[in-house]
């Protein structure tokens, strides 16, 4: 289970985050949603320990990461996946290079289920035979579920998406919806989006909660977020301007 | 003006802190072996076997000039035959792990510091945490130990193609005498001088490594912050180089008693 309890971040004079506290129930696909500049990629970074809060906590099946050196979070952050919005593939590798890192480092594994492991994760997200392609040759679409075969490969228990839609065409965002959702299902992780795609948010969504004025502001099951009558929820997700 | 200095003098113990950090982390994961030797490998290739060119070169035409030079400053006082040994001395104790150095920092911490840097504003470092990896393990440890091993080599390369090479001008094209030239720098070049020099290589390996990495991985968002960190990399490894020099000689001049 995850818990965010009361966190507050600040970048120099401007807080970003002011108190945000919930909770995340294993096997749980929880959408965080928000404006632009919300702090939505910055929570998400404080899950899973890149970021320190200023104060509050953030605890991992009890465990409080906020508090741990960079050398402890290494055994917490074995148990996380993590999506960035630009997939960060390490351009330097070839995509087999890419997915099989974390096995690389561990070195428990032969060459050769090193392989069968990268070839089933890529055959996962639907890329199979890309192993010798760079980076640079793919796709922004190719490159996120390059990014999401990385993420999973050693079967987290807890995967997070930052935008995984953001910047692809509806066709392709929805093949990664669908990925998430497979994902989430077949592996049983809990999974955490941060987006402001609420086609995505509604699909891939157990339950929403959306980010406003540095604090929680709502939180409810897709349809409750959807059927809200709240004006600053029915504004974020009727995308309307303020007049 | 005052809040101003405050700033600067905020800003510069921040940024010796977080250097002593990096310092600090990658001493600890030396000693305790987390050493990806693969990664240290290709650092050794990029930093030892692709810097031959830059490293010949400076190393060849120091040790001409110098004996040119010298020369002409000897020649005046019928001292023709000490050309060698000076050249020999400064080579071996200042000049040959000086501007090594110097070559290898505008080369190889400019490449750390915009590869590193790239790797932060692309979410690259932030991924290798993702993956259980840090990236002083990672990162940093492979260069520094790389640099380190490599740099007493490519200053001994530069030393003696700087001899090579002030042989060759002082004997071949000034016509000094050559047994008499060679007896002398044989006599005033001695096992302490060429000790120093490789003693000053390894320190500034570590330098050039630690100062590029530093800066990489502090460097700001964006590719202005790229090119600002592999500026910084490059003038503070050179500022740092030659401090430290001063230092060194002093500190190894006493020690091997030389001065």
């Known amino acids: 289970m995850i818990e965010v309890r009361d966190l507050k971040k600040s970048f120099g004079p401007q807080p970003i985050l002011d108190g945000v506290s919930f909770q995340i129930e294993t096997g749980e696909s929880l959408v965080i949603i928000g404006r632009s500049g919300g702090g939505k990629s910055v929570l998400l970074k404080h899950i899973i320990g890149l970021l320190q809060p200023n104060s509050g906590a953030v605890l991992i099946d009890s465990e409080d990461i906020t508090r741990m050196s960079e050398r402890e979070l290494i055994r917490v952050r074995s148990k996380f996946g993590m999506v960035f919005q630009g997939a960060a593939l390490f351009d330097s590798m070839t995509v087999a290079e890419n997915v099989a890192f974390p096995f690389r480092r561990q070195k428990k594994f032969t060459e050769k289920e090193i392989a069968r492991k990268v070839a089933e994760a890529l055959d996962m997200v639907e890329l199979p035979g890309i192993e010798k392609k760079r980076p640079s040759e793919l796709s922004g679409g190719m490159r996120k579920r390059v990014g999401l075969a990385r993420a999973i490969v050693y079967q987290p228990q807890i995967v997070l998406y930052d935008e995984p839609t953001t910047g692809l065409d509806p066709i392709v965002s929805d093949s990664i919806d669908k990925l998430i959702i497979r994902v989430t299902e077949c592996l049983k992780v809990t999974t955490i989006v941060v987006t402001h795609d609420m086609r995505s948010a509604r699909r891939v969504g157990h339950r929403i909660v959306m980010l406003h004025n540095k604090k929680i502001y709502a939180s409810g099951t897709p349809e409750d977020i959807f059927a809200s009558k709240d004006p600053v929820v029915r504004q974020f997700i009727d995308g309307v301007a303020d007049p | ?259």
Not at chain 2, 116 to 136: C, F, K, N, S, Y
Not at chain 2, 196 to 222: D, H, P
């Open chain 2, 1 to 259: 003006m005052t809040s101003l200095a405050q700033r600067f003098i905020t800003g510069c113990l921040q940024g010796l802190g977080s250097y002593a950090l990096l310092v600090k982390e990658s001493l600890f994961s030396l000693l305790t072996f987390k050493i990806a030797w693969r990664d240290v490998t290709y650092q050794i290739y990029f930093i030892g076997v692709k810097s031959q060119p830059v490293v010949l070169i400076t190393g060849a035409f120091t040790g001409m000039v110098l004996a040119a030079q010298a020369y002409y400053q000897f020649h005046q006082v019928k001292m023709d035959t000490a050309t060698l040994a000076l050249v020999g001395v400064s080579m071996c104790s200042e000049l040959g792990p000086v501007l090594t150095s110097l070559m290898v920092a505008g080369r190889v911490g400019a490449a750390i510091a915009a590869e590193i840097g790239t790797m932060r504003v692309t979410e690259q470092i932030d991924a290798l945490r993702t993956l259980a990896t840090h990236p002083i393990d990672y990162l940093v440890v492979p260069r520094l130990l790389a640099a380190i091993l490599v740099m007493p080599i490519l200053t001994a390369e530069a030393i003696t193609i700087g001899i090579a090479g002030g042989y060759g001008v002082g004997v071949g094209l000034l016509g000094i005498d050559a047994t008499y030239s060679w007896h002398n720098m044989l006599r005033y070049t001695t096992i302490p001088d060429y000790a120093i020099g490789l003693i000053k290589s390894v320190i500034f390996g570590g330098i050039i490594a630690s100062i590029g990495c530093y800066k990489g991985m502090s460097c700001r968002e964006g590719a202005e912050g790229v090119g600002q960190a592999t500026t910084e990399a490059v003038m503070y490894s050179s500022i740092v180089i030659l401090i430290t020099n001063f230092f060194l000689t002093l500190l190894l001049g006493r020690l091997f008693h030389i001065i």
